[in-house]
């Protein structure tokens, strides 16, 4: 059972609450259920990991100022938002805030397990690039000091001769920090390293200024 994909259903209607939680069981996800948007906040940054389904119209906070809130936490699980028939504006606020999707009530069981499935998609893809990130970040922390001053100067475009102009010292040091540094990264090309560097954070606050 602990494999299973997460929903964290906030809504205050108790009827809704306990049909879609026997619909999304039946279809194979595992639910947790919130009376409101107050309540799932109290515990939302020790939230596990899953999607949140998010009623927009409830007393107390609504589900826009409820995302509004898990943006300013920091909460980036994919939401999902459930809307009054027709309700476009809705829909468009919540998305423009970072919803994944938005579904109409009343809804169907396909559309919205359809929207979960592109949720669970979206959520299992930043899992993946998280890991790989980690990954990039360890190789890069093997390096010694001089080893990264060559790496960074690779990022921003740099030949061998001008790195050495920039860190005075020889092209054929640079060389041999330039071989070490392809080692310790496990990189078997140029590209390969700036991947890995790229992934590491290294070379993106430049970036948009080229």
Known sequence: MSDQRLIHLVDDDEAVRHS?????????FAVKTYQDGVTFLES???ALPGCILLDVQMPHMDGL??????NKLGVALPVI?????????VAVRAMK???VDFVEKPYEKQ??????ERAFERLEARNHQDVLMDEAKGRVERLTPRERDVLVGLVDGLTNKMIAEALDISPRTVEIHRANLMEKLEATSLSA??????AAGIG?????ET
Request: no cysteine; glycine share 10%; aromatic share 4%.
């Open 20 to 28: 879609a939680s026997f619909m999304l069981r039946h279809a194979g």
């Open 44 to 46: 939302a940054t020790e």
């Open 65 to 70: 100022e409820v995302q509004e809130r898990l």
């Open 81 to 89: 938002v459930l809307t009054g028939h027709g309700d476009v504006a």
């Open 97 to 99: 805030a970072g919803a």
């Open 111 to 116: 559309s919205l397990v359809g929207a979960l």
């Open 193 to 198: 390293v700036l991947r890995i560097a790229f």
């Open 204 to 208: 993106l606050d430049t970036a948009d």
